[in-house]
């Protein structure tokens, strides 16, 4: 734990934050010999953003070693993060996640799964830019989040106490976001549910769709076992029976995640549903999530979709694939037996489905 900033203190309880930094463009800079973006040693962050001096509070950082690309994230960081959270929660009003965007809304909704009785804001954020480009969009990002991550009410509590993503002036509930910009700022949205807050001259919260639903009484428990037996058959047109064979009924996955068309539909061709009632005659879960970005699954619409669920598959609603991973690996890592896991993929757990 490294100590950056210790400002003046209130009632000796400043307000505190804890950044942490598991990698991303956002901690990088180009390298003087190849120019490839590598991470800098993150303990330099008031440096790249002196801005942060101007906040009265105490920042400390954490970084994760070593730093990685989010291309290389794997549950193991979201299980270090959220021990990381428990560890301190009681010595922070909020946490910042330093976060590569290309997986940050898996990491965001997995860990809104495993966090429990969240009475903190959890803020993920990271940046299209390294932080020492001059364009740079990470210092907005970053200064938005610790704002928002430590942001109270006239009672003393948390604004945001939930997983979320703060991009782009934007702040998106985790298990809702998804990246669809690969190059432009507005990285992230957040299709089926509507913002948490906008970061204009002030930050507008709306509270109305911020889950506050905390006991106070209790405190924070963490979900560390994740079964991570999952695939994912995207559908598209000209699929072979080989390709959905090997995913359906394949050995390594308990559940498979169908991306469907439209309102939750596949194809009606007779050994595709043949491969479907195998595999939930085998015990498989099989969950229905659309490939389009907004809107939901709705299975008795079309007859492609009824046949569907008379083989077995079970409706995914509103939830985006990042959601539906880490809702699967959170449930069927709780040791849950297949039929309660079916009941719960139903629920909705964490705001992760509009029902
Ligand atoms: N490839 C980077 C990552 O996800 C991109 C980024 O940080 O925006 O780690």
Redesign the pocket.
């Known amino acids: 734990m490294n100590l950056i900033f210790n400002p003046f203190q209130r009632n000796n309880t400043p307000t505190s934050v804890l950044l942490v930094y598991t ?4 901690g ?1 800079k180009a390298d003087p010999v190849d120019g490839t973006l590598k991470p800098f040693d993150f303990s330099g962050i008031l440096e790249e953003v002196p801005e942060l001096r101007k906040f009265a509070m105490k920042i400390d950082s954490y970084a994760f070693n070593p730093l ?4 290389d994230v794997e549950p193991a960081l979201w299980q270090a993060l959220a021990r990381l959270i428990r560890d301190r929660y009681d010595d922070y009003d909020g946490f910042v996640i330093l ?6 809304a898996y990491s965001a909704s997995a860990l809104s799964f495993m966090l429990d009785n969240l009475g903190k804001s959890v803020v993920f954020t ?3 830019l390294p932080i020492g480009e001059p364009r740079t969009d990470g210092k907005e990002n970053l200064i938005s989040a610790v704002e928002i991550a430590t942001a109270k009410d006239s009672h003393g509590r948390p604004m945001v106490p939930e997983v979320c993503i703060c991009f782009n002036s934007q702040l998106l509930r985790g298990n809702r976001s998804v990246k669809v910009n690969a190059t432009g700022f507005d ?1 992230f949205k957040s299709p089926n549910y509507p913002l948490l807050a906008t970061a204009g001259i002030n930050i507008k919260y709306n509270n109305s769709f911020i889950h506050y639903g905390y006991d106070r009484r209790k405190g924070l428990t963490i979900h560390t076992d994740l079964d991570t037996r999952v695939s994912v058959l995207k559908l598209h047109p000209g699929i072979t029976e080989q390709a959905v064979r090997d995913i359906l009924l394949g050995d390594g996955s308990r559940a498979v995640i169908l991306e469907t068309y439209g309102s939750g539909n596949a194809p009606c061709q007779p050994w595709f549903l043949a491969l479907v009632r195998e595999a939930a005659a085998r015990g498989k879960i099989l969950l229905n999530v659309t490939q389009c970005l907004s809107g939901y699954v709705d299975m008795d619409r079309y007859a492609t979709g009824r046949s569907l669920k008379d083989a077995g598959v079970i409706c995914g609603h509103d939830i985006t694939t990042e959601s539906a991973l880490g809702k699967l690996f959170y449930l069927m890592g709780e040791n849950t037996g297949n039929e309660r896991v079916k009941a719960l993929l139903e629920k909705n757990l964490k705001g992760e489905i509009s029902k």
């Open positions: 990698g991303g463009t956002i990088m990685i690309d989010s291309s976060h590569g965007t290309d997986t940050m990271g940046s299209q990285a």
